[in-house]
């Protein structure tokens, strides 16, 4: 992975807007054209409404058309090696393959890099509800 999707992950993280957990996550993607969406974790004072870091990236990636996601960065300050939550590989599931990488980040760069296959094996196929 070139750093620059690390990068863009971590200059969203600075963005986090996360006063209850002080827990600031970043997350990008990349398109297979070479455009790069990135996001932070948003919390709200009723803690069930905030959301994730992936899921800011996410939105941002559909506003502006969706297309082929090669490649994905997480990262979070205050973990080795943060992977996505359980509901965030569920929505990045929708718009990948698996195949698609994940690149698990700390403040420094990627420590790992797995797939979306491995990161949620049998995961729910909405294929039957079309
Ligand atoms: N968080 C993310 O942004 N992405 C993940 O995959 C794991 C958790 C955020 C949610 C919450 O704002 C904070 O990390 C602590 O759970």
Not at 10 to 23: E, G, I, R
Not at 49 to 63: N, Q, R, V
Not at 82 to 105: D, I, N, Y
Not at 111 to 121: D, S, W
């Given at each position: 992975?070139?750093?620059d999707?690390?990068?863009?992950a971590?200059?969203a993280?600075a963005k986090?807007?996360?006063?209850?957990?002080s827990?600031?996550?970043?997350?990008?993607?990349?398109t297979?054209?070479?455009?790069v969406?990135?996001?932070?974790?948003?919390?709200?004072?009723?803690?069930?409404?905030?959301w994730?870091?992936?899921?800011?990236?996410l939105?941002?990636?559909?506003?502006a058309g969706g297309?082929e996601?090669s490649?994905?960065?997480?990262?979070?300050?205050?973990?080795?090696?943060?992977?996505?939550?359980?509901?965030c590989?569920?929505?990045?599931?929708?718009?990948?393959r698996p195949s698609?990488?994940?690149?698990?980040?700390?403040?420094?760069g990627v420590?790992?890099t797995?797939?979306?296959?491995?990161?949620l094996?049998y995961?729910?196929?909405g294929?039957?509800?079309?």
């Amino acid at each position: 992975m070139s750093h620059d999707l690390f990068e863009a992950a971590k200059a969203a993280m600075a963005k986090s807007h996360s006063p209850y957990s002080s827990f600031p996550v970043g997350a990008a993607l990349r398109t297979a054209d070479g455009r790069v969406f990135a996001g932070a974790n948003v919390e709200i004072a009723s803690f069930p409404e905030g959301w994730c870091a992936e899921t800011t990236a996410l939105g941002h990636y559909i506003m502006a058309g969706g297309g082929e996601i090669s490649e994905i960065a997480v990262v979070a300050a205050r973990m080795d090696k943060v992977t996505p939550c359980g509901g965030c590989r569920q929505r990045l599931a929708e718009f990948t393959r698996p195949s698609t990488k994940v690149h698990l980040c700390d403040a420094n760069g990627v420590v790992e890099t797995v797939t979306m296959g491995e990161m949620l094996p049998y995961g729910f196929d909405g294929e039957t509800l079309r």
